[in-house]
């Protein structure tokens, strides 16, 4: 099993920042993948941006150049970098970890409004 634990949601202004993060516990393998989709009402979950242990990254187009995702291998954290945040941007924020098995964390609500 793995437990992923996100934090950093909240609210942010069009045009501000914010930055997420998702720690890993577990029986974590040394090969994964991990990222960031969202799920606003009414809505399908989306891929927002991924990661994987090798380090290679993977973006929505709608968040290219704006959203920014990293990795703490040692930390076993990944964070998203979120910059220039628009109103549609406003979602529930889920991590996810990929080996063998599919894991999410509990969801971390991003709000952008002014």
């Known amino acids: 099993q793995v437990q992923l634990v996100e934090s950093g949601g909240g609210l942010a202004q069009p045009g501000g920042s914010l930055t997420l993060s998702c720690a890993a516990s577990g029986m974590l393998s040394g090969i994964w993948a991990m990222g960031w989709y969202r799920q606003a009402p009414g809505k399908h979950r989306e891929l927002v941006a991924t990661?994987?242990?090798?380090?290679?990254?993977t973006y929505a187009d709608s968040v290219k150049g704006r959203f920014t995702i990293s990795g703490d291998n040692p930390k076993n954290t990944v964070y998203l970098q979120m910059n220039s945040l628009k109103p549609e941007d406003t979602a529930v924020y889920y991590c996810?970890?990929?080996?063998?098995?599919?894991?999410w964390g509990q969801g971390t609500q991003v709000t952008v409004s002014s």
């Open positions: 990661i994987t242990s090798g380090g290679r990254t």
């Open positions: 996810n970890y990929y080996s063998n098995s599919d894991y």
